[in-house]
């Protein structure tokens, strides 16, 4: 993979065709995504470095591919492409950003990063466990991970299925909520005020700390959640009412008898824009499946045709409601 093309992938330059290439080759191993995270966590850092910086840009890049390659990061050197000023400001204290990154694997905390911003990623950790992250979501595990089985989660979304261990349980980190298994499968998902668990298979110990009346713990089993919100202590479990949280692993919107108001708060949070409902609908329920892969405009106009309701954008996104 060419790394100027990874970095107008980075910058929002690729076209659609370009978006696709960089796309389908992060997916098509575990090699090539821990590249393509290793060099946005560096490029990001050296683009917020860049506006101050006055090293010799060309320099600079010239010794960072060449650290790269003796690292075996990267294929042969290909050739430079023009791009925007920001290449090279950003190139000028890459090197920086580079040695820096290496040192934090090494001496920080013995924790290692994992992220995803614009794709969903597929991770195998080193007991075997596997962890799906959501886009825009932040971990990091032990280093020392078949001993040490510690994850913490800084934001965003991930589904875990952990590997069977007794001799070292499974512990996941969140702020103030501690979540420890042996062997089980759950969604866990963290907003700013909030963290929400999901049980699939097995059984999920939730201790929450900093409470007023001291810790508290929870236990769920399969088909069980809960949402704890910052300040008002641990919530009642419930059953999982519906499939819509897993969309991002499985590609589908699957709504069965479900509230109109909690599928269009999911397809809000997974394209990234806001849509509203009149007060007339929002009690309505709807079962459909829609695909991921589709549009937001087109499943949309599933439910619309579905409910017989009418869609209208508006300054504040998007509006639905009886014809």
């Known amino acids: 993979m060419n790394d100027e093309l990874l970095i107008k ?37 050296s683009a917020t470095l860049a506006e101050s910086s006055e090293a010799d840009e060309e320099l600079a890049w010239q010794k960072f591919k060449q650290r790269l390659n003796e690292r075996q990061l990267v294929q042969p050197v290909v050739k430079k492409i023009k791009t925007k000023p920001l290449w090279w400001q950003a190139a000028a204290v890459f090197v920086i950003c580079f040695g820096a990154w290496a040192a934090y694997q090494q001496f920080v905390g ?64 969140i702020d103030e909520v501690k979540v420890e298994v042996v062997g089980t499968s759950f969604n866990i998902k963290k907003n700013k005020e909030s963290v929400e668990v999901i049980v699939e298979s097995g059984t999920v110990k939730i201790t929450a700390q900093g409470q007023p ?22 919530a009642v479990k419930k059953q999982t009412e519906d499939e819509l949280y897993n969309y991002y692993r499985t590609a589908l919107f699957v709504a069965n008898n479900t509230s109109l108001a909690r599928l269009v708060a999911i397809l809000s949070e997974a394209y990234g824009e806001k849509i509203s409902l009149s007060e007339s609908v929002r009690n309505d329920k709807i079962s459909t499946t829609l695909p991921f892969k589709y549009s937001l405009e087109k499943n949309l106009e599933t439910i619309c045709e579905t409910l017989d309701l009418k869609k209208q954008r508006n300054q504040d996104g998007i509006l639905l409601s009886k014809k």
């Open 213 to 234: 009346t001291g810790s508290k713990e929870l236990r769920l089993t399969k088909g069980e959640s809960v949402l704890l919100e910052e300040g008002k202590g641990i």
């Open 110 to 173: 013995g924790y290692t990063n994992l992220a995803s911003t614009h794709l969903v990623v597929n991770k195998e950790l080193p007991d075997g466990s596997q962890l799906v992250l959501n886009k825009n979501t932040n971990i990091s595990y032990a280093a020392d991970f078949k001993t040490n089985r510690k994850v913490k989660i800084k934001s965003g979304e991930v589904f875990f299925d952990v590997a069977h261990n007794r001799s070292h349980p499974f512990v996941i980190d």
């Open 9 to 45: 992938f980075l910058l929002n330059e690729t076209t659609a065709e370009e978006t696709a290439q960089v796309q389908k080759w992060i997916g098509a191993s575990a090699e090539n995504q821990k590249y393509y995270y290793q060099f946005e966590r560096i490029w990001n850092e």
